[in-house]
C-alpha cells in the first residue's frame, strides 16, 4: 500500500509573538513493514529546523521561528510504502528494553474499574489471546467520537465514559494492558481507514509478547494496524509522543487548527 499524507498545523496568535519553538515529532523511520518513499516538513516562516532523534528513537525536529509572528503554519507532506505483518513489527529501532513500558504515567494510570474490566476480559487466555480480546474488548464498548482530545483526560477517567477519543481508546488498552502486567506504549502515526475519515493523526497502542516482540493494536478499529497504518512516534502514553509540543514568547492567546488528508492506493 502506498500512502500519502498531508498534514497542515497552523498556530494563530491574538498577539505578535517573539519567538516561537517547537519540537516536532512528525518524521516516520523506514522498517521491515513501511518504507518512507518521500518526506518533507516546511514551514510558512523563517526558521531553524534541526533534526534529532530522542531517547524512544524517534525522529524529532526542532523548530526556532523569530518574531514578531501572527500566526505560523507548518506543512508536512509525504508518501509511505506499507505492508501487511499481522500487527507484528520487524527492523524498528528499539533503544530502550520492553520491560520500561510497564511504567505508569499519570494518563495511563489503571485504577480499579479498569484493571479489573482487564483481568476479567483476558482471564484464562494465553498473551496473544489475551491482547486480542482486550483490544475487541474495548473496540466493542465504546464509540468513538470526533473532535481534539480533552486535555489531561486520564484513562481511567475516559473508562466511565460511553465515548472516547482515538487517544483515550489507546491510552485505556495500553493502562489495561500494564495492569495485566504486559509491557504496553502509545503509538502515533497516520491511518486511512478511519471510520467517517477523520482528519486528525491517529493514535494505537503495542504490546510487547515474549517469543514475538513488539505487536500493534489499534482498539479504535479492533485491529492489529496493518498496512494502511503509518507509524511515526512512540512513548509511554500521547503527551510524550504528540506531534507537536514547544513554547512561545509573547503575550495573548493561542488557537490551532490542524487539517490532515491520507489517502492509500494498493
Do not use: K
Amino acid at each position: 500500500m502506498r500512502l500519502t499524507i498531508d498534514h497542515r498545523t497552523t498556530y494563530r496568535f491574538t498577539a505578535p509573538q517573539g519567538r516561537v519553538v517547537q519540537l516536532l515529532r512528525m518524521t516516520p523511520r523506514d522498517t521491515h513493514d513501511q518504507t518512507v518513499a518521500e518526506w518533507n516538513i516546511a514551514v510558512d516562516c523563517d526558521a531553524r529546523l534541526r533534526q534529532h532523534r530522542d531517547g524512544f528513537g524517534n525522529l524529532t525536529t526542532m523548530l526556532y521561528a523569530e518574531g514578531p509572528l501572527d500566526a505560523i503554519e507548518i506543512t508536512v507532506v509525504g508518501e509511505v510504502v506499507t505492508s501487511s505483518s499481522s500487527g507484528v513489527l520487524h527492523g524498528t529501532f528499539e533503544p530502550l528494553p520492553a520491560p520500561l513500558f510497564l511504567r505508569t504515567t499519570p494518563p495511563t494510570h489503571a485504577e480499579a474499574a479498569l484493571t479489573a474490566f482487564a483481568r476479567e476480559t483476558t482471564a484464562d487466555r494465553t498473551p496473544i489471546a489475551a491482547l486480542h480480546a482486550l483490544n475487541a474488548a474495548l473496540h466493542e464498548r465504546f464509540a468513538v467520537v470526533d473532535g481534539r482530545p480533552e486535555p489531561g483526560l486520564t484513562a481511567t477517567a475516559a473508562f466511565v465514559r460511553d465515548a472516547v477519543t482515538t487517544r483515550d481508546m489507546a491510552q485505556m488498552f495500553i493502562a489495561a494492558a500494564r495492569a495485566i502486567g504486559v509491557p504496553a506504549r502509545y503509538v502515533t502515526g497516520y491511518c486511512d481507514a478511519l471510520p467517517n475519515g477523520r482528519p486528525t493523526p491517529h493514535g494505537w497502542a503495542d504490546a510487547w509478547v515474549d517469543g514475538l516482540g513488539w505487536i500493534g493494536f489499534d482498539p479504535t478499529l479492533g485491529l492489529s494496524p496493518e498496512e494502511h497504518h503509518v507509524r511515526v512516534a512512540v512513548a509511554l502514553d500521547a503527551a510524550g509522543c504528540s506531534p507537536v509540543a514547544g513554547s512561545r514568547l509573547g503575550e495573548g492567546r493561542e488557537c490551532l487548527d490542524v487539517e490532515v488528508q491520507v489517502s492509500g492506493q494498493a
